[in-house]
């Protein structure tokens, strides 16, 4: 058997040496579609910063960015129709039935595939929301396309390939995956991870409407009744302007109290890393990082936190890291806009002082604007 030649040219590797090759039935496929999640009323703010990150999409194809509205007959749909004007939406589908008052995966579903079918988006983005995955996932699926999930980064390639970037391998590296030969190329983006753009006021655009071809009897779940979460609320890190956070460089959970303190002191949220969740000194929702919460604050103070790539692809869209850590060496510098080498136990309590003396309730609220 003889061996290849090695002066023959290889391939190469990676998405260079991938040949796209998109099937005829997917050529005309255009446009950048965002789902824009209305739930009991209300538009979910991810639908908004999904809006601007899919207009740079659109523009640089030179294609429509189109919002998608599922929702039932009444006032907050047309809201959130005219909402997603007001972000930058070209034109808006909507689909409006009373199947589609309370989120089930059936109706939902149902609904936004066969907008994909009828109106071929290229790009369709969604929140990684609860809602939003669970959509994602049943719409990738039952449209035998690929996902994305959970992506940090947007971008199109030369080809008008959508780039979708996003942490891999428990968050110790960033990856970009491509859908080459499938239409349309869904991502998934988590609430914060993108800026919200700016919001103007006008007029509204063309919107066509889609009748859901769906009776009540051919969907197997039923809404009996709607019990809101008693904890909902309580952790408001996402969209908080100032958050303090805590990591295992505090050595033991009763040093959690120092973050805590602080928080109160400039009014701000509190949150940690994810080891101190999984050591249970900490409950989930205060989690900061790509497996907890995404958060873009004015001043983002992390105390005894090493800045795994997990944490930073959680933390970075904030205006001011403040970084205390012990090690000058933790990877927390290399993004930190400022860093202090101390240990965060003997530096919180003199930084609490400080603030308490500084800062009168009044000035507090200041702090973050």
Not at 66 to 84: D, I, K, S
Not at 91 to 111: G, H, I, S, W
Not at 350 to 364: D, G, K, N, Q, Y
Request: a negative charge; charged letters at 20%; glycine letters at 10%.
């Amino acid at each position: 058997m003889s061996s290849a030649n090695p002066d023959t040219p290889r391939p190469p590797a990676g998405r260079a040496g991938m040949k796209k090759e998109l099937p005829e039935r997917f050529r005309d496929y255009r446009h950048v579609w965002v789902f824009i999640e209305l739930e009991r009323g209300q538009v979910h703010p991810v639908s908004f910063e999904l809006l601007g990150e899919g207009r740079k999409l659109a523009d640089k194809l030179g294609v429509q960015l189109v919002g998608a509205v599922l929702g039932p007959p009444g006032e907050a749909t047309q809201n959130a129709v005219a909402e997603a004007f007001a972000y930058g939406a070209d034109l808006v589908y909507f689909v409006e039935a009373p199947l589609l008052a309370d989120y089930r995966n059936e109706p939902f579903t149902k609904a936004m595939t066969d907008l994909v079918d009828t109106y071929k988006p290229e790009i369709l983005l969604l929140g990684a929301t609860t809602l939003g995955r669970d959509l994602a996932g049943s719409v990738a699926t039952t449209l035998l396309t690929g996902l994305t999930a959970d992506c940090t980064e947007l971008d199109v390639d030369a080809d008008g390939s959508l780039a979708a970037t996003r942490p891999t391998f428990g968050g110790s590296l960033l990856c970009t995956i491509y859908t080459l030969n499938y239409r349309p190329q869904m991502a998934t983006v988590r609430p914060r991870v993108m800026p919200m753009p700016q919001r103007a006021d006008r007029a509204m655009g063309r919107v066509i409407a889609h009748e859901l071809s769906l009776a009540e009897d051919e969907i197997v779940t039923k809404v009996l009744g709607f019990l809101p979460d008693s904890q909902s609320g309580t952790a408001n890190l996402a969209y908080a302007d100032v958050v303090v956070a805590g990591g295992l460089g505090l050595g033991g959970a009763e040093n959690l109290q120092l973050v805590k303190s602080l928080a109160r002191a400039i009014g701000a949220e509190f949150g940690c890393s994810r080891p101190l969740v999984q050591k249970g000194w900490m409950p989930a929702d205060r989690q900061i990082g790509q497996t907890g919460k995404t958060i873009r604050p004015k001043l983002y103070i992390a105390a005894g936190i090493s800045g795994a790539i997990q944490h930073r692809v959680g933390v970075e869209g904030a205006d001011l890291i403040v970084a205390i850590n012990t090690d000058p060496n933790a990877p927390i510098f290399d993004f930190a806009h400022l860093g202090i080498v101390t240990d965060a136990v003997r530096f919180l309590p003199a930084l609490i002082e400080a603030f308490t003396r500084r800062l009168s309730p009044h000035s507090r609220d200041k702090l973050a604007s």
